[in-house]
Each structure stands twice: as structure tokens, then as C-alpha cells.
T-cell receptor, first 114, second 112 residues
Framework: GAGVSQSPSNKVTEKGKDVELRCDPISGHTALYWYRQSLGQGLEFLIYFQGNSAPDKSGLPSDRFSAERTGGSVSTLTIQRTQQEDSAVYLC????????????FGDGTRLSIL | KQEVTQIPAALSVPEGENLVLNCSFTDSAIYNLQWFRQDPGKGLTSLLLIQSSQREQTSGRLNASLDKSSGRSTLYIAASQPGDSATYLCALPSGGSYIPTFGRGTSLIVHP
């Protein structure tokens, strides 16, 4: 597809379970970003990839959160032992390498922890 | 640390009005500034991107300006329509970081 694709669009799971969220960036975009948007809050930066490496992981809230990117394309965000406070919309964006290029967002994954 | 403020937080106007949404920032060492709209349950859609060296960008009924010296950007929406109803966010990478800082957004409702 032409845009950033995220799956699943919705995920409901029980507290304590692990979840995996997927992001397919726009073809050719080397930069990839994960954000979290909680109800009534702004966008919270989680992690940034340039190619397959993550030069900035400063936003990951705890060691339960991890992310990887393979082949310079698809990225997965994994949350282990989910907690209720992890409930949020997780958004992925991609852009060309240059920081002057615009970010393009997917529609997000709405995660609900019961 | 960059701080981004958007005023007003919410706005409700009748159709046809011209609108100004404001975005202010504390660190003027920015790469660019991007305006987005977000519809309920959706991701962000890029509207306009102003490079650091530019003063404004226009797309259709939208015009965005940038004044780095005063730490401000404005998004002007001409002849507003109900379809413009959404949350509008500004975002800017700065301070040597590729990571943009986002404002909390302005929630706009345009009623017929």
C-alpha cells in the first residue's frame, strides 16, 4: 500500500499477557517512529529507528517495552506482562532519512488491557 | 528541552469563519515545523510542513506561517467547513534531535 500500515487495528488482552504490534512503513522510508497516545494526552515518543538501528530509545517507559526492525522495513513493538496503564493508541510514523522530511502516520493500534 | 503549546485547546465556530490556530515553542533551533490533523480514531494526517528557512506554506484553504524569533507558528483556515472538524497538532524536531515534540492540539468543531 501507499501509506503506513499498522496491525492489528484493535487489540484487547488480559493484564499480564504479552502483545506484539506491527508497523509497515512507506517503502523507501528509512526512519521509523513509535508513539503512544493516551486518552486526553498528547503524543508520547517511544522509540526511533534509522534503518534497523535504534539510536534513540529514550521514550520507552519500562523494560517491559521493546522494539525491533528488520530489513529496514517492518517494525514490531512488544509489550511484555501488560498492565492496565499500557492501554492507549500506539501510533507508528515513517519518513525519509533527512529530519527535514515530513512524517507520515498509520492509523494506530488501539490497545485495551482488561 | 523543547516545550510546545497550542492555544486554544478547543474551538467551536459556525461554518464560513476564518480561523487562526496558534502554536508556540521555546527552543527556536528547529529543523522544521509540521501541522497535522487527527480525526477521531485515526492517525495523524500531514497538512503542511515549513522548513526552518521558510516563512510560510500554503495548501488550498490552509496557510501556515513560522516566526522562529518569536517562537510562534500559526495555522490559518479560510472559510471553514464542517469537514474541517478535527484536532490540529503542531510538531517540531529541534535541538539536534530528529524526534519532534508535539503540542497537545486544538480540537476544532465547525458547525453548519
Amino acid at each position: 500500500g501507499a501509506g503506513v500500515s499498522q496491525s492489528p487495528s484493535n487489540k484487547v488482552t488480559e493484564k499480564g499477557k504479552d502483545v506484539e504490534l506491527r508497523c509497515d512503513p512507506i517503502s523507501g522510508h528509512t526512519a521509523l517512529y513509535w508513539y503512544r497516545q493516551s486518552l486526553g494526552q498528547g503524543l508520547e515518543f517511544l522509540i526511533y529507528f534509522q534503518g534497523n538501528s535504534a539510536p534513540d530509545k529514550s521514550g520507552l517507559p519500562s523494560d517491559r517495552f521493546s522494539a525491533e526492525r528488520t530489513g529496514g522495513s517492518v517494525s514490531t513493538l512488544t509489550i511484555q506482562r501488560t498492565q492496565q496503564e499500557d492501554s492507549a493508541v500506539y501510533l507508528c510514523a515513517s519518513s525519509l532519512r533527512d529530519p527535514g522530511q515530513p512524517q507520515h502516520f498509520g492509523d494506530g493500534t488501539r490497545l485495551s488491557i482488561l | 528541552k523543547q516545550e510546545v503549546t497550542q492555544i486554544p485547546a478547543a474551538l467551536s465556530v459556525p461554518e464560513g469563519e476564518n480561523l487562526v490556530l496558534n502554536c508556540s515553542f521555546t527552543d527556536s533551533a528547529i529543523y522544521n515545523l509540521q501541522w497535522f490533523r487527527q480525526d477521531p480514531g485515526k492517525g495523524l494526517t500531514s497538512l503542511l510542513l515549513i522548513q526552518s528557512s521558510q516563512r510560510e506554506q500554503t495548501s488550498g484553504r490552509l496557510n501556515a506561517s513560522l516566526d522562529k524569533s518569536s517562537g510562534r507558528s500559526t495555522l490559518y483556515i479560510a472559510a471553514s467547513q464542517p469537514g474541517d472538524s478535527a484536532t490540529y497538532l503542531c510538531a517540531l524536531p529541534s535541538g539536534g534531535s530528529y524526534i519532534p515534540t508535539f503540542g497537545r492540539g486544538t480540537s476544532l468543531i465547525v458547525h453548519p
